[in-house]
């Protein structure tokens, strides 16, 4: 079973701050002197819950639900609870599955926000919902909106106090009966809108009659063209389906020519293009490019000519300088040997040293040059020396010293020769390269030429199309408007012919036949007024058809009438089986209650039928009033539940005659007894025991216990003996603060404290 596990009231009403109330025991109490809060607790239970009466919440406005203040704590600007059931076996589910809250949790909690404009706001685990979904929530826990899951102390002395009637409602609200009266309400209603459609139809089908028939002799005037316009039709569909087949595949043929001659055209601009600025290119690299590069390589090579030019005569000089040197040494051999000093041969050779290595260093052959003349001229004027000294004279390392030089001077013109063969090479292929552009250049222009006579074949192709395709625009222009009068004259379903294909090659010396039968056929048909003969053809046919429709229409909505009879007179029948069952259910635990409250005695309710009142009923009261049934509203009479008791040792019978305590706990057995036919989770009782004894409060006490093993209890009451049926005790006392306090304790606590 369902178990209601808390309550918390925030900023509600006298409760400024947070209070929560725990509700695991079958019996909680609520207790606390008069304005504490006490009955505040019951209005949360019946806010969270969903009710909409600002009068039942004892406020008229949002705002007066709301904290005000106090000396001690400043004033809310909304209030809120929120209640939480046990959802261990998952017995919550929604009748529709698109709210997108869920419910697989062991808690469900409901929570219910006002603010001081009145706005509420609604909340399931959490996310925000309607207070449709809230009731369809505790709809499947058998909590329903009716509010009989909460009994106050003027609800008990309410069932009492009204009429047979109302207590019928209030029993067939309890039972869950009421559903059946808004489907009946809404049967009958369906009932009345069908027969009103029916008499419409039957109005509708009278006024069409005369018209109908005047269209029928129309018919027999346009009857002869109908021959001629079935050929007609045949010649259309044959002649529309190939002249459309024509059309498109011609259309085709000449996009497809367009496409290519296009490409064509774009694709030659494009080379065109490309091989003129080729040639531009061509002509400006032959006339600069190739002699400019050749120019520089020629400027090059003969720099390089001067030089190898230069060191030559060099060498040459060197060359007599060694035959110079060996005469010397040949004449010297015959002659005594000369001395010279350490120091003067030392001073000659590093002399000469010196100036060689100045000449190996430098690439200005000028310079070279001069420094070999140096040479020479030092040499010689050391060999005219050497005559008059009398000392000898080294000529074998003169002769390498010189030797030497020549080798480097040899070498220099090596690398010289190889430079002059490189830039000559490079001379040469700088003059194929240029050969070769001008054969390019030649082949390009001749290319060039080719392409600009492509174009233009292809430009003048462009022009042959243009004239084709104006040919084909005036076909398919007479195509549309033979189709547009086709479609005048025979339907518009004329239309759908031009979009059959016809295979095969397409003959048009066949299609101007064709054409010229059909216009033959148009004009007999003008003749015998047959081009406003499909207007009254379809409007027969559309008349023949209005009139067979409205004749189903009547069918099919007598047959509505039935069903919606049928139905009413099921719902009635599942109405009374339902309400007399729960009638004798109901029974059944009132008299066990009765019996327990009174020990003894009998208690039952009876179904009496009772005159109507004939009144004056106001619009509102008509659309609240309940379905009664045929028969008793043709007779004035109307079903109403009357209370019969009998107390033990009293002939007591009639209610009026109760006291005040007889007729407390004669109220509060049928409310028990009404709660136990269709057994909520919980049950809010709020000083339902307020007139009781202390003898018929044991009693009460009782009950309680009874009920306790099928619903969950929570009371509100200053009776002691119903204190002691509880598990757990709440006070509600207000603080200096001048809000709402709880206080909680267990009943064996209490006792423990007490003693």
């Not at 900023?11 to 019996?27: H, N, W």
């Not at 091989?275 to 490019?289: A, P, R, T, Y």
């Not at 200005?364 to 000392?391: A, Q, T």
């Not at 047959?530 to 429709?549: H, K, L, P, Q, W």
Request: hydrophobic residues 35%; negative net charge; proline residues 1%.
């Amino acid at each position: 079973m369902m178990t209601l596990k808390s309550i918390e009231l925030s900023s509600f009403k006298s409760f400024g701050k947070k209070s929560l109330i725990s509700l695991t025991s079958p019996v909680t109490c609520v207790v606390g002197p008069n304005g504490s809060g006490k009955s505040n607790i019951v209005e949360a239970f019946r806010f969270v819950l969903g009710e909409q009466s600002m009068k039942s919440l004892r406020g008229k406005g949002g705002i007066d639900l709301i904290f005000k203040g106090s000396k001690g704590l400043a004033s809310a600007n909304r209030a809120q609870v929120a209640i939480i059931f046990d959802n261990s076996q998952k017995i919550f589910s929604f009748t529709n599955s698109g709210i997108g809250v869920s419910l697989d949790y062991d808690e469900v909690t409901i929570g219910r926000e006002v603010y001081a404009d009145g706005a509420n706001k609604y909340s399931i685990n959490g996310t925000e919902v309607r207070l449709k979904d809230v009731v369809d929530l505790l709809a499947s826990v058998n909590v329903g909106s009716s509010g009989h899951h909460i009994i106050s102390q003027g609800e008990a002395d309410r069932v009492l106090n009204s009429s047979n009637k109302d207590r019928r409602i209030m029993i067939e609200d309890a039972l869950g009966l009421k559903v059946y009266q808004y489907r009946i309400q809404e049967s009958l209603r369906k009932l009345d809108k069908t027969l009103l459609n029916m008499k419409e139809v039957q109005a509708l089908r009278r006024e069409i009659a005369p018209h109908l028939l005047f269209l029928k002799k129309q018919v027999q005037v346009v009857e002869k063209a109908v021959s001629m316009k079935e050929d007609l039709r045949g010649l259309y569909k044959t002649y529309f389906s190939t002249e459309n087949t024509y059309l498109e595949n011609q259309t085709k043929i000449i996009t497809h020519k367009k496409r290519i001659l296009d490409e064509a055209v774009l694709s030659l601009e494009d080379r065109i293009n490309k091989l003129k600025e080729f040639s531009v290119k061509g002509d400006d690299n032959s006339n600069n490019q190739y002699d400019s590069r050749i120019k520089e390589h020629e400027h090059k090579l003969s720099e390089v000519r001067a030089g190898r030019d230069e060191l030559t005569r060099a060498l040459g000089r060197i060359e007599g300088v060694i035959e110079s040197i060996e005469r010397e040494m040949r004449k010297v051999s015959d002659v005594k040997e000369v001395m010279i000093p350490e120091s003067k041969w030392r001073e000659i050779v590093d002399g000469l040293k010196q100036k060689i290595h100045d000449a190996l260093h430098l690439e200005d052959l000028p310079e070279v040059v001069k420094i070999l003349h140096s040479i020479r001229e030092h040499l010689e004027s050391i060999g005219s020396s050497l005559h008059h000294e009398s000392s000898g004279r080294d000529f074998d390392k003169e002769l390498e010293e010189i030797r030497s030089e020549r080798d480097i001077i040899l070498n220099k013109l090596e690398n010289i020769k190889i430079n002059e063969s490189s830039i000559l090479r490079d001379i040469a292929m700088i003059r194929k390269e240029e050969a070769d552009a001008q054969v390019a250049l030649r082949d390009s222009q001749r290319l060039l030429y080719e392409l600009m006579r492509e174009q233009n074949e292809a430009v003048s192709g462009q022009k042959s199309l243009i004239f084709e395709e104006e040919k084909l625009s005036l076909i398919k222009s007479n195509f549309e408007k033979e189709l547009a009068e086709g479609a005048v004259i025979i339907g518009r379903e004329v239309l759908s012919y031009a979009h059959e294909r016809v295979e095969g090659e397409i003959n048009r010396s066949s299609q101007e036949e064709i054409l010229r039968k059909i216009e033959r056929i148009k004009i007999k048909l003008e003749d015998n007024g047959g081009i406003n003969s499909s207007e009254v053809m379809r409007e027969y046919d559309e008349t023949v058809a209005r009139d067979s429709f409205l004749a189903k229409e009547i069918d099919d909505l007598g047959k509505s009438v039935e069903h919606c009879r049928l139905l009413i007179q099921e719902l009635k029948e599942t109405l009374d089986t339902e309400f007399k069952v729960g009638v004798e259910k109901i029974n059944k635990q009132f008299q066990e209650f009765f019996s327990t409250m009174f020990g003894g005695g009998s208690a039952f309710l009876s179904v009496v039928m009772d005159h109507k009142k004939s009144r004056k009923i106001s619009k509102e009261e008509m659309e609240e009033a309940e379905v009664e049934e045929d028969e008793q509203n043709e007779l004035g009479f109307e079903r109403g539940i009357e209370i019969n008791i009998t107390l033990p040792q009293k002939k007591v019978k009639d209610l009026h005659m109760l006291s005040g305590g007889e007729r407390s706990l004669t109220s509060i057995a049928l409310l028990f007894a009404i709660s136990q036919v269709n057994p909520p989770p919980f049950l809010v009782l709020d000083e339902t025991d307020a007139a009781l004894d202390e003898a018929n409060s044991r009693k009460y006490g009782n009950m309680l216990e009874s009920l306790s093993k099928y619903s969950q209890l929570i009371v509100v009451t200053h009776n002691r003996e119903t204190m002691s049926r509880a598990q757990v005790l709440y006070g509600v006392t207000m603080d200096a603060s001048g809000a709402s306090k709880l206080l909680s304790i267990a009943l064996v606590d209490a006792t423990t404290y007490a003693k």
